[in-house]
């Protein structure tokens, strides 16, 4: 049995937290914690391959996805915010899945410390554009999603390197292509 006071074992009890919402709520927990330095061991818990998901949004092979009417209407803002909020909630999967799935390595404590940064940051932005859809009457999932992210996480869950290039610096990076688009 895992020690529950290693950062690995909270981690992974995040990451098979099924509700976005108490998902981000207990990673900017977590981090708080660490910050305060209630956490002095890293432990070997095992991350999930893959971390729980909601029931929506429905989840679908990128080519398969409606293509997103974002406007300036009500509508294209419902679809921009839950495309985002998307975003946000895969990227505090995978930050918190870099924190726990590679601490075997010998890694240095701010390697660590960066990623949890990183998971807290995007369950904050989560936690933004999800009260922002309910002030538009909405809710994160109401639309279909893709599950791209995740599908390059699985193929490169055991090799950090290859983890490092693929999922933050090239999936993430496309999304920089979109920017100004996106705040136009």
């Known amino acids: 049995m895992q020690h529950q006071s290693t950062i690995s074992y909270v981690i992974v009890a995040t990451l098979e937290t099924a509700n ?3 998902k981000t709520q207990a990673a900017t927990n977590i981090v708080a914690a660490w910050r305060a330095n209630h956490y002095t061991e890293l432990g070997r818990t095992p991350p999930p391959d893959r971390p ?3 029931a929506k949004p429905s989840l679908l092979p990128p080519r398969s996805l409606p293509r997103r009417r974002i406007t300036a209407g009500s509508a294209g803002r419902v679809a921009l915010l839950d495309a985002i909020a998307h975003i946000e909630l895969n990227a505090t999967d995978l930050a918190l899945d870099m924190a726990s799935r590679f601490v075997g390595q010998n890694l240095p404590r701010a390697f660590y410390n960066d990623w949890l940064c990183v998971a807290d940051d995007k369950s904050h932005h989560f936690l933004m554009l999800s009260d922002r859809l309910a002030q538009l009457g909405a809710a ?3 639309l279909p999603a893709h599950d791209g992210l995740w ?5 490169t869950k055991h090799d950090l390197l290859a983890r490092l290039a693929i999922a933050p610096l090239a999936l993430g990076a496309r999304g920089l292509d979109v920017t100004p688009a996106m705040i136009e």
């Open 151 to 155: 599908q390059a996480a699985h193929a």
């Open 20 to 22: 976005p919402r108490e």
């Open 52 to 54: 729980a998901r909601p």
């Open 140 to 142: 994160y999932g109401d």
